[in-house]
């Protein structure tokens, strides 16, 4: 079992941790056996922004229309 220095307490931490039992620090490893994919919107928090982005639009186009119209 190999020992790696964790990176925040400096504590020789098991490679196979998921954290650092020292500090809590959690553990990314290079290694194969933790796979992290990069983080990917889904559909439902797309549609979630374009419609918050939609309704900011309408309201800034209302409210300027209230104002200088
Ligand atoms: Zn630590």
Redesign the pocket.
């Known amino acids: 079992m190999a020992l790696i220095t964790?990176p925040?307490?400096?504590?020789s931490?098991s490679e196979h941790a998921p954290m650092?039992p020292?500090?809590?620090?959690p553990k990314k490893t290079t290694g194969t056996d933790f796979r992290d994919p990069p983080r990917k919107l889904t559909l439902k928090e797309k549609m979630f922004i374009l419609s918050i982005a939609a309704g900011l639009l309408l309201f800034y186009a209302w409210a300027s229309g209230r104002l200088f119209g």
């Open positions: 964790c925040e307490c400096g504590n931490i650092c020292h500090c809590g620090f």
